[in-house]
């Protein structure tokens, strides 16, 4: 035979990582780090966040139960960071977090497999960039650039 297909399922089992429930009221996203998948999951109104790693996750291929890190025990819900996605940008082999608020600010994350470290926003409707210290930015103008042509409306 030349050729074969492998298929492999995770299956997280039916409790969450705090081991008190089912996975209703959790958000997860993956990325893949070496071909190989990272997850983290954020009880949407608790705001907690864990991490399972990608050997975490082959144990589970294995039979074996995984043990989740627990990166934050608040601040993660749903309510105040709406959207998270997991993301290897640092391409330091280690996947890192991305999370946009409700106010459109759009914050990296990133993590060390343990702890988050900000690396700054950018907000999304206002372009305003904020560094980690609190330090802010408008988006840059040009002063010599003219502004972009508005048409007038018509009326009929």
């Known amino acids: 035979m030349s050729g074969g297909f492998f298929r492999a ?3 997280l089992a039916d409790t969450n990582p705090t081991g008190t429930g089912n996975w209703n009221g959790w958000s ?21 966040l864990y991490y399972y790693s990608p050997a975490a996750l082959l144990d ?15 601040g993660w819900d749903a309510a105040a960071k709406p959207v998270v996605q997991a ?4 391409h330091d082999g280690i996947v890192d977090l991305r999370a946009v608020d409700p106010s459109g600010n759009a914050a990296t994350y990133r993590f ?5 470290t900000a690396l700054g926003s950018h907000n999304l409707l206002t372009g305003v960039d904020t560094a980690p210290g609190g330090t802010t930015t408008a988006p840059e103008r040009h002063p ?5 042509h ?5 009326g009929h």
Do not use: S, W
Request: charged letters at 20%.
């Open 9 to 11: 399922e995770v299956v």
């Open 28 to 48: 997860i996203t993956t990325a893949l780090v070496d071909n190989m998948p990272a997850l983290f999951a954020r009880a949407e109104a608790g705001g907690q």
């Open 60 to 74: 589970l291929t294995l039979g074996t139960p995984a043990a989740p890190v627990l990166v934050a025990a608040q």
């Open 87 to 90: 993301a290897d940008v640092d």
């Open 112 to 116: 060390d497999g343990a702890t988050l």
């Open 144 to 148: 010599h650039k003219p502004e972009p």
């Open 150 to 154: 508005k048409p007038e409306p018509h």
